[in-house]
């Protein structure tokens, strides 16, 4: 039996519309599933990225051993779901930061726009 003799077969049983069927209904299931994991992967990253964000402001406000936690701890959120060029960007933020109170570092603020920038693409909000 060749495959062409094999297909008008398939077709004549039925079978052929129960294969596609099974296929249609696999391909939305992983389409759907794929949607929700994307759609997840943004809201965490979103997350973290606003959170690290309000973080370091509020440290540089209040400059409270709690304020520095906090964004201890949000830059550690980021290292488990950022891509690479965000976690490169926020450790190169790390080392700008003032060495005494008051002191400015005065590559900080074009480091945090890159840094913002990456976010930005990493969420998927700003082409690369």
């Not at 005065?106 to 969420?123: H, I, N, T, W, Y």
């Amino acid at each position: 039996m060749t495959v062409e003799s094999i297909i008008p077969f398939l077709s004549a049983a039925g079978i052929g519309g129960i294969i596609g069927g099974v296929l249609t209904s696999f391909l939305q299931s992983w389409l759907s599933r794929r949607a929700t994991f994307d759609e997840r992967k943004f809201r965490e990253k979103k997350a973290a990225y606003v959170s690290l964000l309000h973080a370091l402001h509020k440290s540089e406000v209040d400059q409270t051993p709690e304020a520095a936690k906090l964004v201890g701890h949000w830059k550690n959120v980021c290292e488990l779901v950022a891509s690479p060029d965000v976690r490169l960007k926020v450790e190169r933020l790390f080392e700008t930061n003032p060495l005494k109170e008051g002191d400015f570092h005065p590559e900080r603020p074009p480091v945090l726009f890159a840094l913002k920038q990456a976010m930005r693409v990493d969420l998927g909000i700003e082409p690369r």
